[in-house]
């Protein structure tokens, strides 16, 4: 470290020459990176946290460009007469496909799903069901046909009456499963809840959802046309609202944006606020300690000076801050959710640098140094000690750029990048300022204060309860190692999305619509029809071979709609089968109303055509350029908001390879959640181990012993199991958000146990208690300062972001406790048994 303050101390004498020149030149840099700075974007889609040649990223990306995924606009319209409903619905549809986008120039939508066209798919229900699905109609058919002729037999007798409650519950599940298969292929000619008491129409807008500005503009023209049709007339308690899942998008990004702003404000001007009150207090405290007749300046001197340190430090800051994302642009350009919040952390971060060694440079003025030599002096002992602080925590960062989730690699390359630039800014840039402001007496610096607090009187005092403190703290130690299997993963990924009022309150009146058990599938890629047919077997045979499977079920419209007339008359033949069944004499005469639409679906006799197929249903299967897509749909049977299920169906699925040999893979964005998940927590024990090496190869380095490199680390370890502790009782759990934080916190952490054991090498012998009053102070001030940072995100609504505030300010709490307490109290016994070496 000695090799490196040498090499660059030049620099710092160039700020005391030059000091104009030198602070010109770093606002100019920082204007210029503000410029890129200010074009970052958060990017909340889960795809960006994977790297690129991941084969279910890979998948995925050619899904959207082959398939696209367009997300309409949805309006509910909710009252207790469906006609009212339908009347608005009709009156809207004309008005909104005029709504005009003056700033792009277009039409904000340009096709809408309202009426269906059922009538022919009624009559091709049969035609156009799976393999699957028809045996079940003739699995049910035959039952029903054996049942009649039972009981059309005199000589029956039903030796099972006792059994007619649990028949009639079988036979209501059959008809619930028969009625779903139904609505599967045909949906009613509208979409509307069960009752019909809601209904929704969809609009397909003509400009990307990417495009915050215009999506926010779209719900606007569409919220100021429902005012304007006045809904009431319609009916009087009929409610009408825009939403979907295209408004949620909009709610999440907006949300972050927000929670970023929120946090930002709040801990900016937390840290801002405690460190100009703490050197306020601090110069007006010492500075009245000293002796009367020396007293030149008043209360109110030193409070106009009040935003001094936080000029002095904030400029220095702020500027690292601006070339960080400036870089981070032309690296990354752009965030993701978790570095969205990065800014206001670095500020908290970096001030910490700061404040050590402005309050260093104070201490060597009062005592009568030259500006030029209590630079240098700062420089060459805080400097120092800040060097190895902000090396073990940048390093600590750094470690995570290796990483392949990029939830890890980004927050570590941008992070640690901030904290190397904010380690110069405040060396090689604060030194400028503060000669600036010296030659015009900003600056109050006067000989009558005593800040040095290790020259003061009963500086050599013993720490107090050293041996109680040491002995509670290792206890804890050993209790929390002994419940350490009460710390859990938090694998529920709704637990960490925000709830958005407005969203549930569009649910709520919107009902379940067109809703099935068939949801979130995953889809498979082919270039053949023969392809699809190959990978529908292959998973239907791994299906059936697995009792524990996590597949519902599996679809392609090559299986729904053939194509070749083998396909064709295949078809024909079983609606044949079934129309023979239907035909039988025991049935014929049968009243039911599933008989009745098989009886409709079972006359068709010529293939359909695929121009007579309706819209809504071609759209399911169609590619961007409007041809039948080959693919085939995996429907999973378990929820996918639990990563544990998300992870099994991906196992299951995730890869395939079929019996020509070829590999196909499963494209989802809850496959690539379910990889993410696994990824982090495969990733995340190497992270913090290489971390932890990382720290002490540089710990070591700055101290040239392995005995003090133990003594300052100690903190770091004592406060990290203390912070487990404290998750454990308050019932605070990991998850994908906030493991980044872990080696964050070992990086941070460790600053405290550094500076408290250099500034006591440096001292000396019994010099201890002195130490906490004076680096203690600063340790204390700059954890408190990177605390508020994180403390912002408290504030958020985003409970992901919220889990990486709550966990950083406990952990680095903690360890400025054990740094404050557990570590003076090992020194104290270590001196006691005179086992001090130096």
Do not use: C
């Amino acid at each position: 470290m000695s090799f490196f303050l040498k090499l660059l101390r030049p620099l710092v004498q160039l700020n005391y020459r030059y000091p104009i020149a030198v602070l010109s030149v770093s606002l100019a840099l920082a204007i210029y990176s503000g410029y890129y700075a200010t074009k970052l974007v958060i990017d909340t889609d889960l795809t960006s946290l994977l790297p690129d040649d991941y084969e279910s990223v890979i998948a995925l990306e050619k899904l959207r460009e082959s398939v696209g995924g367009e997300t309409p606009l949805e309006v509910a319209v909710n009252s207790p007469d469906f006609e009212a409903n339908k009347a608005f619905a009709e009156a809207l549809i004309p008005k909104a496909m005029e709504l005009f986008d003056d700033r792009r120039e277009d039409y904000f939508v340009n096709r809408y799903e309202f009426q269906r066209d059922v009538d022919i798919l009624k009559d091709y229900a049969i035609y156009l069901a799976t393999d699957q699905e028809i045996d079940d109609i003739i699995f049910y058919l035959e039952e029903e046909l054996e049942e009649a002729r039972l009981e059309a037999n005199p000589f029956f007798i039903d030796f099972e009456d006792d059994f007619d409650d649990d028949e009639e519950a079988y036979e209501d599940d059959r008809l619930e499963r028969f009625e779903q298969m139904y609505r599967e292929i045909i949906p009613s000619e509208y979409p509307v809840n069960d009752d019909s008491t809601s209904l929704v129409v969809r609009f397909f807008p003509t400009g990307s959802q990417n495009d915050l500005n215009y999506i926010r503009d779209l719900f606007a023209a569409f919220e100021g046309l429902i005012a304007e049709m006045d809904v009431q007339q319609f009916h009087s308690e009929m409610v009408v609202r825009s939403g979907g899942r295209l408004e949620r998008h909009l709610m999440e990004i907006d949300s972050i944006i927000r929670d970023v702003t929120t946090s930002f404000g709040s801990g900016i001007t937390a840290v801002i606020l405690l460190v100009g009150f703490y050197f306020m207090i601090k110069k007006i405290i010492n500075y009245r300690r000293g002796y009367f007749r020396h007293v030149n300046y008043s209360f109110w001197s030193h409070l106009i000076r009040f935003p001094v340190p936080i000029i002095v430090i904030g400029v220095p800051l702020l500027i690292s801050l601006s070339v960080t994302f400036g870089i981070t642009y032309v690296v990354y350009g752009s965030l993701n959710t978790m570095t969205s919040v990065l800014f206001v952390i670095l500020f908290g971060l970096g001030i910490d640098y700061g404040i050590h060694f402005y309050a260093r440079y104070l201490e060597k003025r009062s005592r009568g140094e030259l500006i030029r030599n209590a630079l240098l002096k700062t420089y060459e002992s805080t400097g120092a000690a800040i060097m190895i602080s902000a090396s073990t925590t940048a390093v600590a960062l750094f470690v995570l750029v290796i990483a392949d989730f990029r939830g890890f690699s980004e927050f570590g390359f941008i992070s640690g990048l901030g904290i190397v630039l904010a380690y110069l800014s405040m060396l090689f840039i604060m030194p400028s300022i503060l000669v600036l402001f010296e030659k015009y007496n900003i600056i109050l610096i006067n000989k009558n204060e005593n800040v040095d607090a290790t020259k003061t009187a009963g500086s050599s005092g013993s720490f107090p309860f050293a041996r109680a403190i040491f002995i509670v703290g290792t206890v804890i130690v050993a209790v929390v190692l002994f419940q350490s299997h009460r710390l859990y993963f938090e694998y529920n990924f709704s637990e960490l999305e925000p709830e958005f009022p407005r969203y549930e309150e569009f649910r709520s009146i919107r009902g379940e619509i067109d809703q099935t058990g068939r949801r979130n599938p995953a889809y498979f890629l082919a270039d053949t029809d023969e392809e699809v047919r190959e990978i529908l077997t292959t998973i239907r045979a791994m299906k059936s071979a697995n009792p524990e499977t996590t597949i519902l079920d599996v679809e392609a419209l090559q299986e729904r709609f053939p194509v070749t007339p083998g396909e064709q008359q295949f078809k024909l033949d079983k609606v044949a089968e079934i129309r023979a069944i239907l035909e039988d004499p025991f049935l014929k005469n049968q009243e039911s109303e599933y008989l009745d639409i098989l009886r409709r679906a079972s006359k068709v006799t010529e293939p359909l055509d695929i121009n007579d197929v309706p819209e809504f249903l071609k759209n399911r299967f169609l590619t961007r350029d409007g041809e039948i897509g080959r693919f085939v749909m995996v429907y999973p049977s378990v929820g996918l908001s639990d990563g544990r299920k998300s992870i099994a169906f991906k196992n299951e699925i995730g890869v395939i390879q079929t019996e020509s040999g070829n590999t196909y893979h499963a494209a989802s964005t809850s496959i690539v959640a379910a990889e993410m998940l696994e990824l982090m927590r495969k990733e995340s024990p190497y992270m913090v181990i290489a971390t932890f090496l990382m720290i002490f190869i540089l710990v070591y380095a700055g101290f040239r012993s392995f005995r003090w490199t133990i003594i300052a680390m100690l903190p770091l370890l004592i406060g990290l199991s203390w912070t487990f502790g404290a998750m454990i009782i308050l019932g605070l759990s990991f998850n994908m958000y906030n493991l980044v934080v872990l080696p964050a916190i070992l990086g941070i952490g460790n600053d405290n146990g550094v500076h408290l054991a250099s500034r006591y090498r440096e001292e000396g012998r019994k010099s201890m208690s002195a130490v906490l009053k004076s680096t203690g102070q600063h340790i204390t001030i700059g954890s408190f300062t990177t605390m508020l940072g994180f403390a912002g995100l408290l504030l958020t609504s985003h409970p992901g972001l919220n889990s990486i505030g709550v966990l950083a300010v406990v952990g680095i709490g903690l360890t400025l406790f054990s740094a404050l307490t557990y570590l003076p109290s090992l020194v104290q016994l270590l001196e006691n048994k005179g086992w001090i070496r130096f």
